[in-house]
Every structure is written in structure tokens, then in C-alpha cells.
């Protein structure tokens, strides 16, 4: 049974830098062939994803995002983390991680286990 929990602040001052990581439990980040990602929620918005880290560690990301989006991660404690630089109020959102097991824009289904959200605002 995986499990996936986010963690970080709850918030961000505008220009700063937002880190979140995801722990996962039940599995590990490294089994193929999955994907772990991160995806947002604007209030009033539909989801949006961010990118992933890849169980063999290669990355890719929101096309609209790239230039400010990091993903890492840290296999000894089954973790990956998130860091969107430069941050708006454009960017408080709900956010979460998730496992991806598939691909079409914007789409639920691409993800068959999540975290339960965590709530971040960007303010001064």
C-alpha cells in the first residue's frame, strides 16, 4: 500500500523560493516504472502539473513552469522535493504529489496514488 504525504510551509513570500517534499511510504521511489510527480490547484482552477522525477531520476516539467521548477530526490529516505523559485500569489495553490502511471494534459487519471494536499500561499 503506497502512501504519499506532503510536507513544507504553508507559506511563501513573494520572490522566495516554495520547497515541498513528498515522503513516500509503502514503496519505493526507485521502483519501476513509475513516475513522481507534482501537480497544483489554483483556487477556483482545475489541476495543473508541474513535472516529475522518474524512478531512474530523470526529470521533465510544465513547459510553463521549466524555468523555475526543480525536482530532486533523496532514495535513502524515499523522498522527493519540489522547488518552484521566484514565487507569485499566482502561485498559492493546494499542492500535491502523486504517483503518475500515465500521460494526457491535465487529467486525474495520469495518477493512481496522491497525497492528500497541502495548502500554499504566497504573501507578503
Known amino acids: 500500500q503506497v502512501q504519499l504525504q506532503e510536507s513544507g510551509p504553508g507559506l511563501v513570500k513573494p520572490s522566495q523560493t516554495l520547497s515541498l517534499t513528498c515522503t513516500v511510504s509503502?514503496?519505493?521511489?526507485?521502483?519501476?516504472?513509475?513516475?513522481w510527480s507534482w501537480i497544483r490547484q489554483p483556487p477556483g482552477k482545475g489541476l495543473e502539473w508541474i513535472g516529475y522525477?522518474?524512478?531512474?531520476?530523470?526529470?521533465h516539467f510544465n513547459s510553463d513552469l521549466r524555468s523555475r521548477t526543480s525536482i530532486s530526490r533523496d532514495t535513502s529516505k524515499n523522498q522527493f522535493t519540489l522547488q518552484l523559485s521566484s514565487v507569485t500569489p499566482e502561485d498559492t495553490a493546494v499542492y500535491f504529489c502523486?504517483?503518475?502511471?500515465?500521460?494526457?494534459?491535465?487529467?486525474?487519471?495520469?495518477?493512481?496514488?496522491w497525497g492528500q494536499g497541502t495548502q500554499v500561499t504566497v504573501s507578503s
Open positions: 502523486a504517483r503518475q502511471i500515465k500521460w494526457g494534459v491535465d487529467r486525474t487519471s495520469n495518477y493512481d496514488r
Open positions: 509503502g514503496g519505493s521511489i526507485t521502483d519501476a516504472y513509475f513516475y
Open positions: 522525477i522518474a524512478y531512474e531520476g530523470s526529470t
